[in-house]
Structure formats: C-alpha cells, structure tokens
C-alpha cells in the first residue's frame, strides 16, 4: 500500500478563467478547523462552489506563504 497521500481536484478561477487544484482531505479538515466550518469534509466537497473553492484555495497560498517566513 502507497503512503502517498490522495490529492482531490477542485476548480476555482482567477482573471483569466478557471483552473484546477489539488487538495488532500487533510487540508480540507485544516482549512474548515481554521475557519471555524462545522461541516463534513464529504459535505464540503459535494456543496462547494467556486467562491468556495476560491477562498480555499485562497486559504492554502496564504498558509503555505506563512509555513515558509518560519
């Protein structure tokens, strides 16, 4: 069995249209811990909509910036 952690595709967009990224479940929980999101991981992926996805991926620039000043 593989360690490598599965990454799930989203899609969001910027000024120039739409493009995809890739999460893993762990980020997910992360991300909705964070913003204080009471939801299942499952229920967030199956409901989100672009904005969401935006500010989550928004959310993962921002963080890794900050994992990177430490």
Known sequence: ??????????????????????VSREEVQTYLDDRMINIDIDDFLDECTSNDTRKLFDWIKESSKLKSLE
């Not at 593989?2 to 890739?22: A, V, W």
């Open 1 to 22: 069995m593989s360690n490598k952690t599965t990454k799930i595709q989203l899609t969001t967009y910027n000024q120039f249209g739409e493009f995809h990224f890739y």
